[in-house]
């Protein structure tokens, strides 16, 4: 089945710094989703991006589908950033499920 | 408001019982999804349904039972069956193959 990787696994930054995270994915998508999980658990849609760029305030995604892999940019971050990010495929023209990414753990420290 | 609701919130279950988490949405969306969650890990997918009256297995169903009944709702069961069900459960829901939004969770605890 497809493979999604996330990198990095964890990260710490200071508050007003820039992050880039990456997902890879091992076959071809045809939609692709960036989560935010907050330290109580809920889980917040940051992106709907099979392809292209979007942003939204100080976060933008680009998906390069035919490279298979996607960023997520967190630009002058915030502590109310901190959480976990996860990235979601799916589903594909070989899978009719959304699998997800292991997930990138960022701290944002003041 | 529009969203999933999850209910309850914190539940408790001793060994050998079977107990039932509750998912509604009102988002009109014909996909629903449960996802398992373990301490520092990722989500793992246990069922999912396209249409009312259908769903399918995940990769995790083994111990899990579910029902579509209705479009708004898709309630999981976890059964005796499952031997470490201490986990956070999730809903979803989306219409097939967009956006997915999720509930709140509930937090399973077996003593």
């Known amino acids: 089945g497809i493979q999604v990787e996330q990198s990095p696994p964890d990260l710490i930054l200071q508050e007003g710094a820039n992050s880039t995270l990456r997902c890879n994915f091992s076959d071809s998508v045809n939609n692709l989703q960036w989560f935010h999980q907050n330290p109580w658990g809920q889980l917040i849609n940051l992106f709907y991006?099979?392809?292209g760029t979007k942003q939204n305030g100080r976060l933008s995604a680009t998906t390069v589908a035919t490279e298979r892999y996607s960023l997520l940019y967190i630009s002058s971050s915030q502590t109310t950033d901190s959480g976990v990010y996860f990235c979601a495929v799916g589903p594909g023209t070989s899978y009719d499920k959304v699998i997800f990414g292991p997930g990138t753990s960022l701290s944002v420290i003041p | 408001d529009g969203g999933i609701t999850q209910s309850p919130k914190y539940l408790f279950r001793k060994e050998g019982q079977n107990v039932t988490l509750s998912c509604e949405q009102n988002?009109?969306?014909?996909?629903m999804y449960w996802y398992r969650q373990d301490p520092g890990q990722g989500l793992r997918l246990i069922y999912y349904?396209?249409?009312?009256?259908?769903?399918q297995k995940g990769d995790i169903a083994e111990g899990y039972s579910v029902s579509r009944e209705k479009k708004e709702s898709f309630p999981l069961t976890v059964t005796s069956a499952q031997k470490n069900p201490t986990a956070f459960y999730l809903c979803?829901?989306?219409?097939?193959?967009?956006?997915?939004?999720f509930g709140p969770g509930t937090r399973l605890t077996v003593l």
């Open positions: 349904s396209q249409i009312v009256n259908d769903f």
């Open positions: 988002l009109n969306h014909d996909a």
């Open positions: 991006i099979p392809s």
């Open positions: 979803a829901s989306s219409i097939p193959g967009q956006k997915q939004f």
